[in-house]
T-cell receptor, first 112, second 112 residues
């Protein structure tokens, strides 16, 4: 099976803009989670979608949002970008059990 | 709130030496614990998944143990090689929510 794919791999945006990141899970996986990784905060959970419904949400401001489509592909949107949003954004997918997460290569977002 | 700690933050060993990486977590109510490897600027590669009912899991030169009652896991890498140089992260899937909580990672350098 193909692994988790994320597009684009690299992005450079200006403060105040918005950005959309895409994630395609492993075939058959209905759960998609998003994580933010920064040198200062490490890996932090953003949200999880399962069958097009958000099941869990981390402690991030409302500027961070996501959605999942009927084919399990997911998008994450960040509006009104801030310098602190510069990070590696990782997507992970899994079957409902046994909860083993498989991660994609990430999208490196740089906000200038 | 679940907290995961990895000590030491960095480790340097000569090639051939066995590696011992530690992970501790504060809430023993977990479904599983997962060890990952991350190369610089890359996504996470799953190494081992230990279910909460298991005491250890092995794959090749890797062996991970889990002591849920004391909130500890240890990853052993036998006969280290320069190619093992990477950051190793442990993460727990808590019973309270649909997410992984990560430790800060241990950065490993294996010197030839």
């Amino acid at each position: 099976k193909a692994g988790v794919t994320q597009t684009p791999r690299y992005l450079i945006k200006t403060r105040g803009q918005q950005v959309t990141l895409s994630c395609s899970p492993i075939s058959g996986h209905r759960s998609v989670s998003w994580y933010q990784q920064t040198p200062g905060q490490g890996l932090q959970f953003l949200f999880e979608y399962f069958s097009e419904t958000q099941r869990n949400k981390g402690n991030f401001p409302g500027r961070f949002s996501g959605r999942q489509f009927s084919n399990s592909r997911s998008e994450m949107n960040v509006s009104t970008l801030e310098l602190g949003d510069s990070a590696l954004y990782l997507c992970a997918s899994r079957e409902d059990t046994p909860y083993e997460q498989y991660f994609g290569p990430g999208t490196r977002l740089t906000v200038t | 709130k679940q907290e995961v700690t990895q000590i030491p933050a960095a480790l340097s060993v000569p090639e051939g030496e066995n590696l011992v990486l530690n992970c501790s977590f504060t809430d023993s109510a977990i479904y599983n614990l997962q060890w990952f490897r991350q190369d610089p600027g890359k996504g996470l590669t799953s190494l081992l998944l230990i279910q909460s009912s298991q005491r250890e899991q092995t794959s090749g030169r890797l062996n991970a143990s889990l002591d849920k009652s004391s909130g500890r896991s240890t990853l052993y890498i036998a006969a280290s090689q320069p190619g093992d140089s990477a950051t190793y992260l442990c993460a727990v899937w808590g019973a309270a929510g649909n997410k992984l909580t990560f430790g800060g990672g241990t950065r490993v350098l294996v010197k030839p």
